[in-house]
């Protein structure tokens, strides 16, 4: 069975810290996301990476760094944590260019609040 | 710039109802249109997906369809249960000459469907 790891589910941190969120995915896959859910937006890109030490922005980069040092890990980071990155992070991962399909597995899901 | 309009934001209905969920694109250069679903305090997974080469889309009591020439592609949910209660995104992606496969989301519907 596929799976998509987050390493917590709520997390409370405070304005200013710095936060990492991990993710871990078991189906080498090289394709992994970090997407953040809000009500009413959906789902925002925020990074993506296609390889190790690869990394993309997405649509909304502001405030975030990522790190891909191993296929298996991708990790999200908040340099500087404000009240308005309260939200719901979910990561995901998919098969590279040229598979059969790209369907994405996501995580469950962490959800963040910078109090 | 939303790459993928979805409406509406939320639907309700009876139990046994067909609910319709819209979505319309306008990069011609998307070749893969897949749904996912969403449980409360879970990560989105995939429910059914659709290439433009084929106009509809049939898995069990859900069905994709798809209108190339209007951009546009809708879910449907014959005899729609309230296990059926959930959110909805749709979701577009360029797989063939994309360094990624990244998706484009809609901005989700909930669905309730009543007892």
């Known amino acids: 069975d596929v799976k998509v790891t987050q390493s917590s589910r709520y997390l409370v941190k405070r304005t200013g810290e710095k936060v990492f969120l991990e993710c871990v995915q078991d189906?080498?896959?090289?394709?992994m996301f970090w997407y953040r859910q809000d009500p009413g937006l959906g789902l925002r890109l925020i990074y993506f990476?296609?390889?190790?030490?690869?990394?993309e922005k997405g649509d909304i980069p502001e405030g975030y760094s990522v790190s891909r040092e191993k296929k298996e890990r991708f990790s999200l980071i908040l340099e500087s944590a404000s009240t308005n990155q309260t939200s719901m992070y979910l990561c995901?991962?998919?098969?590279?260019?040229?598979?059969?399909?790209?369907?994405?597995?996501f995580g469950q899901g962490t959800r963040l609040t910078v109090v | 710039q939303q790459q993928v309009k979805q409406s509406p934001q939320s639907l309700i209905v009876q139990k046994g109802g067909i609910p319709i969920i819209n979505c319309a694109y306008e990069?011609?250069?998307?070749?893969?249109f897949p749904w996912y679903q969403q449980f409360p305090g879970k990560g989105p997974a995939l429910l059914i997906a659709i290439r433009p080469d084929v106009s509809e889309k049939k898995e069990g009591r859900f069905t994709i369809s798809f209108n190339k020439s209007a951009k546009q592609f809708s879910l449907h949910i014959m005899d729609s249960q309230p296990g059926d209660s959930a959110t909805y995104f749709c979701?577009?992606?360029?797989?063939?000459?994309?360094?990624?496969?990244?998706?484009?989301f809609g901005r989700g519907t909930q669905l309730t469907v009543w007892p």
């Open positions: 189906m080498d896959h090289e394709n």
């Open positions: 990476s296609y390889d190790v030490k690869m990394k």
């Open positions: 979701a577009a992606s360029k797989r063939r000459g994309s360094t990624l496969g990244r998706l484009y």
């Open positions: 995901a991962s998919s098969p590279p260019r040229g598979a059969q399909n790209t369907e994405a597995f």
């Open positions: 990069n011609t250069a998307f070749d893969y």
